[in-house]
Each structure stands twice: as structure tokens, then as C-alpha cells.
């Protein structure tokens, strides 16, 4: 079994790490599902209250809440696939990484995803996301300054590897087969 455990700030890639593994018919556990499906449960709109509902659940449930929450994905889908590989996407804080750590042992891979600023802001701008905030929602600035709050940093900090997307789409799609291989 492996568990592959993707941090990193908004916009540097994650998501589209997650596409490659899924491609490769790799199970993909996001944790902003959790939090997704926590709004709806709530009758909240999880575009604008995603961030919010991130930190009631941890203020209510322990700073390892969403991924207590993930943990009975990532064991179903390892049970219900080919493949014993497992990535999780969206992991945020240094807690969240002990508490897969405790969970998979050696089995656990934290993989940092780093980006340059202006480089994320395109892409969420190119998806149509916060990069502004004209929309009613956080900035990316703002957005930056919750991931780290939640202790992200540190989280990127234990990362090893940590690969760099800044140069083609290919390139990275190619860096991130051959990590999953």
C-alpha cells in the first residue's frame, strides 16, 4: 500500500496532480469534499462558505477533523480498487499530515506542490476563481493567509518531495507519472 498525500497553496497544482493519478486509474481522495459535502449538509453554498465551514469544523472537531473524516475514504478506496495506491489532494495542516502519518506509517508520502504567485493567480483566474475577489470571495492573498493559519507551512515544510510547477503543464504531468509510478 501507498499513500501519496498532496499539500500545497492554491493554484500550484494540486488538482491537477490528481488528474494525472487518476489517469494512471489511481484512486483520488479529495479532502475539500469533505468540507463540500459538510456545506450542503448545512444548507450552505460551498463556493462561498467553504472556507468558513473548513474552520467550524476544526473548531468543533479537532484541527485533524477533515482528515479523521478522509480516512474512511482513502481505506475504501483502497479495498475497492486495482491499485494499491491512494492519493490524497487538499491535505492543509501539520496535524492533518500526523494524523496520516499515524494512520499509514511508511506507507504515507507527503509531496509539496509549489508554484510562484503570479503563476497561481493566472490559474484561478483562468478557472474563474478568487483571484481578485471582485466576486465576493477571498482574494488570493486572503485565501494564502487561511491555508497557512490552518498550518499549512509547516505541513509544506515536512513535504519530501517537492516538485516545482512552473514551467510547461506537460512537464509537470510528466514529473508527477513518474513520482506515481
Known amino acids: 500500500m501507498k499513500v501519496y498525500g498532496f499539500v500545497g497553496l492554491p493554484g500550484s497544482g494540486k488538482s491537477e496532480a490528481a488528474d494525472v493519478a487518476r489517469e494512471l486509474g489511481i484512486p483520488v481522495v479529495t479532502m475539500g469534499d469533505v468540507i463540500r459535502q459538510e456545506c450542503r449538509d448545512r444548507g450552505l453554498d460551498p463556493a462561498t462558505e467553504h472556507g468558513r465551514i473548513a474552520q467550524t469544523l476544526r473548531e468543533e472537531n479537532g484541527d ?14 483502497i479495498a475497492e480498487g486495482d491499485t494499491e495506491t491512494v492519493v490524497v489532494d487538499g491535505i492543509r495542516s501539520e496535524v492533518e499530515v500526523e494524523r496520516f502519518g499515524d494512520a499509514f506509517g511508511d506507507a504515507f508520502t507527503l509531496v509539496r506542490i509549489d508554484a510562484p504567485f503570479e503563476t497561481r493567480a493566472e490559474r484561478l483566474a483562468l ?23 490552518f498550518g499549512m507551512g509547516e ?10 510547477n512552473d514551467s510547461s503543464l506537460k512537464a509537470f504531468q510528466e514529473e508527477i507519472r513518474a513520482l506515481l509510478r
Open 64 to 77: 485533524d477533523a477533515i482528515a479523521e473524516r478522509s480516512l474512511p475514504m482513502i481505506e475504501d478506496a
Open 127 to 149: 478557472r474563474g476563481r478568487d483571484a481578485g475577489g471582485d466576486d465576493g470571495g477571498e482574494t488570493l492573498e486572503e485565501r494564502d493567509r487561511r491555508e497557512l493559519d
Open 155 to 164: 505541513a509544506m515544510e515536512r513535504a519530501d518531495p517537492a516538485i516545482e
